[in-house]
Every structure is written in C-alpha cells, then in structure tokens.
C-alpha cells in the first residue's frame, strides 16, 4: 500500500488493539499506529522493519490493562426499548448487563474520540437503525452489533442510543484529548 | 500569543483555512492530520518570506481571499496562478511583496488550479492544537476557518532572503501514479490493468477530504470490510465503483476497500484539480 505503510491483519479488535500497544510501548517507529476492526494500520515506517518487529509481538497475550474509567449514565434512550426486545428482556435487565459489564476502548473511528468499546457478549449483538437519526446529540451513549459507544459530539448516527452521559469525551485542551483512548477499560454506573 | 495582529481578513472566498504541515501521531484517536493540500507550493510561500517549515500559511478555495494590512507586511502568494494586487496595482504572483499597513491585499480567483496560499514573514500565530495550526476540515479540529473580520497575529520575521533569480514552479500533468493498496484483491480479474491510462472526470464535491473521481467504474468484489485504517492518498472503491482518493482531512478509518495508493508526489496534483477537469491513471 505504497512504499510508507503497512496493514497487519488480525483475528480481531482485541488481537488489534493488543499489536498496536505493544508496538507503541515498544516504540516502533511509526508515524501513525492505529488498530481498527482486525486490522492494525502503520503509517510512516519502512514495511520490512514492521515485518522484521512482529515476531517479538507476543500475540495471544492479553493486551495490558489500561485506566479505568466510570461513566455516570442516564438510561433514558430512545432506543432503550428496542434493545429489550432485541435481546428479549426488560429494559431494567439491559441497565443491568451494562453496568456489570467491564467494556474496554479497542479502536476509535468515525469521529475523535468516538471509541468502539468491547465486552459486551456476542449473542446481545443488535442491528443499526435501518434509517440514521439526522442528529445525535453529544454524550449519547449507543450499541450497534456488539460494540457500545458514546458520541464525543452531536452527529448523524445510526446506532441504537440507550441513555446519556454529561461525561466529556473529547477535550483537545487535556493532555489525553479522548477520555476513552485504545486500551482504556470502562465501568457505566447508572444515575438518575 | 506574543504576535501583534498584522492582517485582517475582509472576505475569506468559499473556503480559507490555515494550514501548517499538519498533525501527526493522533489518526488512533480519530483525528484527521489535514495540512496544506499543494504542499510544495506552501512551502515555497513560506521559504520565499523567510519562514520556517512549520509556519502555518493561508490556503484559499478557487476565488482567493481579500485581506487588509494592520501594519507593514511581507508576504508572497503561490500555488494556483491568480492575479495578486495591493489595492488596485498588481504585484508578482510567487514574490515576496512587502505591504505597508492600511492596504486592501487581493488574492484574485484561481485561474487555473483550485488553492492559493499566503505565507506572511513571521509566520501566522494561532494558538496550536495537538501539536499543529491547521485546520481539519472534517472534525474542525484546529482553528476555525478564515471568516470575515478574522484578525491574523504573525511572529516576528527574520530576515525575508535574497529572492531566487527565477521561481520555477514545474508544470504537473493530470496524472495520478497508483502503487496497489492492502485490497487490490478485491478487483475483479483484469481491472487493475485496466486502471492504467483510463480516464476520470474530478467530481464536483471533491473537497479537502477527497477527491471523487467520475469514469468507468472499478469492477470489484460486493460487500464491506470491517473498519480499517487507512493512508493519505488512499483510492477508497465504494459498491458504485466511482473511486474516491483520500486528501488530508480523510476520516482515519474506512469500511470501503482501498484497492490503490497514490504515489505521494502526486498528491499535490490532486490539490489543484477544478471539478470537471480530467485525470489520467497510471498503475506503477
């Protein structure tokens, strides 16, 4: 893919999210490490070197725990409902999975700061809207198949939102800009 | 800020922005690198009044930008051939041009190419985001685009340098060389032979994000990856087969198959393409 980077394909986002902390906390040299779905992308680096590095990756061994961070939550989303149904169970119950779960950021897109946040178990997997809202607001917090999400600021969305959080995802100000960066494991509270 | 306003922008065009090298070291986190599109013609601004690789320049969009001067200015315009006058008497286009304060500066419409850029001697100062002064057109991150009434700080110049005997910009043909991107094996049998020496129309709403190409369509396989990084230059396949070539705002991950990369140095060329205009694809 040109002569400057190079896609690692991988089993999965937490196999993606684990390569690309090693490889930061091995600094491999790189302009830009970013894990995705089942991929993770070097950008800037001379490809053989990536090549001649991944034998050291100690793939299969859990990523090392990052930062913990709780997430105050109103359950009031519209969609709330509709995830009950979904996984045929009370709205109570889908509060109750979702704050016992501990979900952890593997890889961010869509927007900065929007992490895609995994855990929650493969069978409460739900489909998007079949049409996207025209806005979401900041601080929704959404599931869509089995990831969960919280929108940084107010978009377009297609994903099933559950509640709300005044949590500030985004700040270029802090020294982390994203509350959620790869590696960051999260607890949601219920409040309200 | 320890700069002193020195400019005022009295009309921006469509679209100005400030525009430095860009970020680097925050696509994990979402953030698009942006940075000047024509980036050999926002350096050469920035060399002619002396400054350094990081100033932050002023890049235009097809009509150009009207500013007035606070106090005495160096300045030079490049990229896309416009006419540049400081009030109605014309000066080089590609010069350093020093301007003293109280004069309407006018960057006239492109005519040809799309961006123009304004390098001031001192450099543009604007407080950096995550490490950069440009302006990301995708998630805004970085200072917010050129309005009316926008008052522009410069730092203090050094010493504008001698002017070259000659300014030699070298004409680029609309050619876009391609290496193979990570899912060339997604194109049908013989469409990636195909892509070499077919033409494409630039569509009107390529934007600093990308530039949307419009031609025979790019035979490939149905469906949609999961997510994935992906690199400026990216030629991105979507199901219409009409190919996009990721620019410097690019969102930082993609579900649609990248099938090529534009060789780097070509990128600039993608910078000045007009909607409408026609471009040549060469596979390398």
Redesign the interface.
């Known amino acids: 893919?040109?002569?400057?980077?190079c896609?690692v394909e991988l089993e999965d986002a937490v196999a993606a999210a684990s390569l690309?902390a090693w490889a930061r906390a091995a600094r491999l040299p790189a302009?830009?490490?970013?894990?995705?779905?089942?991929?993770?992308?070097f950008?800037?680096v001379y490809p053989a070197s990536v090549e001649a590095a991944l034998p050291r990756w100690p793939a299969g061994g859990e990523p090392a725990a990052g930062p913990l961070v709780r997430v105050a939550v109103t359950y009031d989303g519209p969609d709330l409902e509709r995830v009950a149904g979904h996984w045929g169970c009370s709205a109570d119950e889908v509060v109750e999975q979702h704050t016992s779960t501990e979900l952890v950021a593997l890889?961010?897109?869509?927007?900065?700061?929007?992490s895609y946040l995994g855990g929650l178990p493969a069978h409460r997997s739900v489909p998007r809207l079949s049409s996207p809202r025209p806005r979401v607001e900041a601080g929704s917090v959404a599931l869509a198949g089995s990831w969960c999400g919280i929108y940084p600021a107010a978009s377009p969305g297609g994903w099933l939102v559950i509640g709300t959080t005044e949590a500030v995802l985004w700040d270029?100000a802090r020294r982390q800009?994203?509350l959620l960066?790869?590696g960051t494991r999260v607890r949601f509270e219920a409040v309200g | 800020m320890s700069g002193r306003v020195t400019l005022e922008v009295l009309d921006p065009g469509p679209l100005a922005t400030l525009q430095d090298r860009g970020r680097r070291g925050w696509a994990h986190l979402g953030v698009p690198r942006a940075g000047a599109l024509d980036r050999a013609a926002a350096g050469l601004a920035r060399r002619l009044v002396g400054g350094t690789e990081d100033d932050a320049v002023v890049e235009t969009t097809m009509s150009g930008i009207v500013l007035r001067t606070r106090r005495a200015v160096t300045l030079a315009v490049t990229g896309a051939p416009c006419e540049v006058r400081l009030g109605r008497r014309p000066v080089a286009h590609a010069a350093a041009v020093t301007v003293p304060a109280g004069v309407v500066v006018t960057v006239g419409p492109a005519i040809t190419g799309v961006r123009s850029y304004v390098a001031v001697a001192g450099g543009i100062e604007v407080p950096p985001v995550l490490g950069s002064r440009s302006t990301d057109t995708l998630a805004w991150v970085g200072p917010p685009r050129l309005a009316p009434g926008t008052e522009l700080a410069t730092g203090v110049p050094g010493a504008v340098p001698e002017p070259p005997a000659a300014v030699v910009v070298r004409p680029r043909a609309p050619v876009l060389r391609l290496h193979r991107g990570p899912r060339a094996d997604w194109l049908e049998d013989g469409a990636w032979g195909a892509l070499d020496g077919a033409a494409y129309a630039v569509a009107p709403d390529s934007d600093r994000i990308g530039l949307r190409l419009d031609g025979p369509p790019i035979r490939r396989r149905d469906g949609e990856l999961p997510s994935e990084g992906v690199v400026l230059g990216a030629v991105q396949v979507p199901p219409s087969g009409q190919p996009v070539v990721f620019l410097a705002d690019h969102p930082t991950t993609g579900g649609y198959p990248v099938v090529a990369v534009v060789a780097d140095d070509d990128l600039d060329v993608c910078a000045q393409l007009r909607p409408g205009e026609e471009v040549t694809l060469r596979v390398l």
Not at chain 1, 1 to 5: D, K, S, V, W
Not at chain 1, 107 to 114: S, W
């Open positions: 893919m040109g002569p400057r980077a896609l690309a302009e830009e490490i970013v894990p995705a779905a089942a991929t993770v992308l950008d800037g890889f961010t897109g869509f927007a900065p700061g929007f270029p800009p994203a960066a790869p």
